[in-house]
C-alpha cells in the first residue's frame, strides 16, 4: 500500500527526529494523557544542543523538566495551565503563563504563539493510514494543519477514537515509534463532604440534561448520584472515569441530546485504563477539537446543558476565583467560563458552581467578603447562576446584591457565618437576617470559631503582604 511507504520514509529514532528542532523555536506539546513523553524525554537528555526553545504546553501529567535551573538559556516553559510542577516557576517568574479561555487557545496559539514544531502522541496507523490522536484531540491536533514541523509518537497503548481525531501519515513529518504506558489520572476517594456536594448538584439535574462534568472528587460524586436519572448526554471538554459505568448502565445514552445525539462528545479523556478502554474502537464516542467542543455557541445548541466546574473563592457578591490564590497563578481558566455562558445560553440550561465550604482543612472559608487580595475573577457575577457546597444551594441569577450574600451566607461553613454577617451589615448598613432565620442557620458563634475567624483574616493580610514584597 502506497500509505506504507509513506509511513516508512517518516520512520525515524527520536534522536534524528529532534534535530528538526531550531534554536529559537516555539515547540507546541500534546498535553494531559496524550503528552508524548518519550520525545520529551528526548529532549531533556539532549538540551545543551539547544538554546532558547519556548515549550508550549497546557496541564502536564508529570514534571515540568522545563524549568529546572539547568535549563536556563536552553529550553523554557510557556505554560497554558499551571500544575504542581511548575506553579512556582511560574510565581518566581522563571516559566511563563499565558491565560485564555479553552476554546480560544487554539486560534492563540496559531495567531499569537506561532509555534514552528509540534509535538503529539498518536496510535499506529489503520489499514488506511490514518492515525488517531485518541485520548486528547483538544488544541493539539489543529496545530498538525499549520506547523512546519509535525513530529509523532506512534504508541500502541493510545486508543483509537471517532470523531475528529484522526490524521493521515502524510500529514506529518517524522514518526517514533515509542511505546510507554499512558498517564493516568485514576479516580480518587470521594470524601464525605464532596458526597454532599455531589447530592446537592444531582438535585439540580432531570431525565434528559446534557452535562459537562470535568475530573475529580466532585464530579465523581456527582456521578454517583446519577443513578436514577434517565437519558442523560455528556458534552464535556473531559471526563474521567466516573462516567463509565452510567455510559455502560445506559443512564448516560445521549439521546435527549440535539447535536451529536446517541454520542458522547469530548475534548479529551482523562481517566485510568478502564477509560482508556470504554473510548478505544467506541463509535458512541467521539473526540472533538476544543475550539468546536468549549464554543459557548455550540454547547447552547444543546438544549438543558447542565455544567458543573469547581473553584477556589466566591465573595458575598458572587465572583468567582478558580484559579488563582492572591498574586499566585494556581491552575488556569480553562473551560468554566466558556460552558457557563453555553449552559446560560442553552435553552432550559444550568451552570453550577460546586466547592467544600472550607479550605486548608476547615481553616479558612472559600465563602468570603472580599476576595483576596490579587486575584483574578475568573467567573463574573453576571455570569453565575447556582453555587454550591455541602450546606446547600445559593441560586444567585436574577437575585439584589443583598439577596446574593444572604444565599451565600446560608451555604457558609457554620463558623464562619458570624463573620460573614458582620461583614454583611458593614456593606448594606442593615440586619440580613431575622432572629428565627438566625436559629435555623445555626450559627457557630463558639470562641473558637471566633477565634478561627480571626486567625483567617490575620492569614488574608499575611498573604496580600507577602504578595506585595515579592512583587
Known sequence: MAWQNDYEERLVDVET??????????????FGCGEPFGIVKALVEHYQDYKDVEIVNMLTLGDSPWCEPEMKGHFTLNCLFASQSNRQHISNGTSEFTTSH??????????????????????PP??????????????????????????AQVNKNMPRTFGNSIKHV?????????DEPLPEVKSVEVTETEMKIGKNCASLIKDGDCLQLGIGGIPNAVCAQLWDKKNLGIHSELVGDGVVDLLEAGVI????????????????????????????????????????VNNPIE???NDNMVSINSCLQVDL?????????????????????????????SK??????????????????????????????????????????????????????????????????????????????????????????????????????????RENIKDNVKQRISSHRSE
Not at 17 to 30: E, F, Q
Not at 171 to 177: A, K, L, P, W
Not at 254 to 279: C, E, M, P, W
Open 348 to 453: 432550559g440550561g444550568r451552570s453550577i458552581i460546586a466547592m467544600p465550604s472550607t479550605a486548608k482543612r476547615g481553616l479558612i472559608s472559600r465563602i468570603v467578603p472580599l476576595i483576596t487580595e490579587g486575584s483574578a475573577v475568573t467567573t463574573p457575577r453576571n455570569d453565575v447562576n447556582y453555587v454550591v457546597t455541602e450546606y446547600g444551594i445559593a441560586q444567585l441569577k436574577g437575585r439584589t446584591l443583598k439577596e446574593r450574600a444572604k444565599a451565600l451566607i446560608r451555604v457558609s461553613h457554620p463558623k464562619f457565618r458570624a463573620h460573614l454577617i458582620h461583614e454583611f451589615k458593614k456593606r448594606f448598613n442593615e440586619e440580613p437576617f431575622s432572629k428565627e432565620e438566625l436559629k435555623e442557620l445555626v450559627i457557630d458563634d463558639s470562641l473558637e470559631a471566633i477565634h478561627e475567624a
Open 17 to 30: 527526529a529532534i534535530k528538526s528542532i531550531k534554536d529559537g523555536d516555539k515547540v507546541v506539546i500534546g
Open 253 to 292: 445514552n445521549n439521546k435527549a441530546k440535539q447535536t451529536h445525539r446517541g454520542r458522547t462528545v469530548l475534548g479529551a479523556a482523562f481517566g485510568s485504563k478502564k477509560l482508556t478502554d470504554y473510548i478505544n474502537n467506541n463509535p458512541a464516542v467521539e473526540l472533538h477539537p476544543i475550539d468546536y
Open 299 to 301: 454547547i447552547a445548541k
Open 126 to 151: 489503520d489499514e488506511h493510514g490514518y492515525v488517531s490522536f485518541g485520548t486528547t484531540v483538544d488544541y493539539i491536533k489543529g496545530t498538525t494543519d499549520y506547523c512546519e514541523v509535525i513530529i
Open 170 to 178: 502524510r500529514d506529518f513529518t517524522y514518526f517514533v515509534e515509542i
Open 317 to 345: 457578591l458572587g465572583q468567582v476565583v478558580s484559579d488563582t490564590v492572591g498574586l499566585n497563578q494556581y491552575s488556569a481558566v480553562g473551560g468554566q467560563v466558556d460552558f457557563v455562558r453555553g449552559a446560560t445560553m
Open 102 to 123: 479553552f476554546y480560544e487557545i487554539p486560534e492563540i496559539i496559531k495567531s499569537y504563539i506561532c509555534p514552528r514544531v509540534s509535538l503529539v502522541m498518536v496510535s
